[in-house]
């Protein structure tokens, strides 16, 4: 399927590793320029590299405004429109709320709530001009929190209500406004916890699994998120406004 991209411009949070670094390369294929941005210098370099000289690659810590202004700046500058934002930057941050900390939670809304609001508030102007449509990434805990999944699970609970303002908003102005939100899938953090635990990757994945109860028996993959994020981004799905789609697997009670 031609999913009509070549041309357009995007941009992602968080795209230089794992889930936003496949979504990136994956737009880049279908003919689609992206700018991408993260905190690690050496993982933004690589990102450039992949990607190719038609996109960007930016050194952005999204919990500075300046920053991130900045990153959109150049982005709307150098592609001359706008198609898509895409809010993927944040990581796990759960645990008993008795154990938690009133930093912890500001520190997790700073993140992954209002980096969102500002780009959504930023870019918006831009994709009514292109009909484009803003994606955020979450967590199937904003629909079906756990014990101990806090403040995640409050954070992407919030994500998910914005994406369902924002659909309310901007649709009329025809922007689209939709989430994705994920289970266990393979990324750059379960490979760095495999390290930190000095475990083999796989045996990691599949004790994970065995535990979760995962119903179709595996983790997802980076290439099965980028595909629904793309199909999601584009105009093959131009009448899909205000939901939260669920890659899980199965995992999550809730639809």
Known sequence: MDLNLRDRAFLITGGTDGLGLALAQTLV???????VCGRDEQRVVAARDQLGPTS?????DVTNTDQLDAFIDHALTTFGRLDGAVS???H???????????????DDFELKVIPAVHIARRVGDALAQTSGSLLTVLSITAKSPNANSTPTAA??????ALTKALAAELGPRGVRANAILIGLIESGQWVRMAQRANMDLADLYAAIVKDQKIPL??????QEFADLAAFVLSPRASYLNGVGINLDGGLSPVV
Do not use: H, I, K
């Open 29 to 35: 294929n279908e003919g689609a320029r992206v700018a």
């Open 56 to 60: 960007l690659a930016q050194v952005t």
């Open 88 to 90: 993927n930057a944040g």
């Open 92 to 106: 796990a941050s759960a645990g008993p709320v008795a154990n938690s900390t009133d930093d912890a939670w500001r």
């Open 155 to 160: 954070s992407r609970a919030a994500g998910l």
């Open 217 to 222: 028996g595996r983790f997802g993959r980076a």
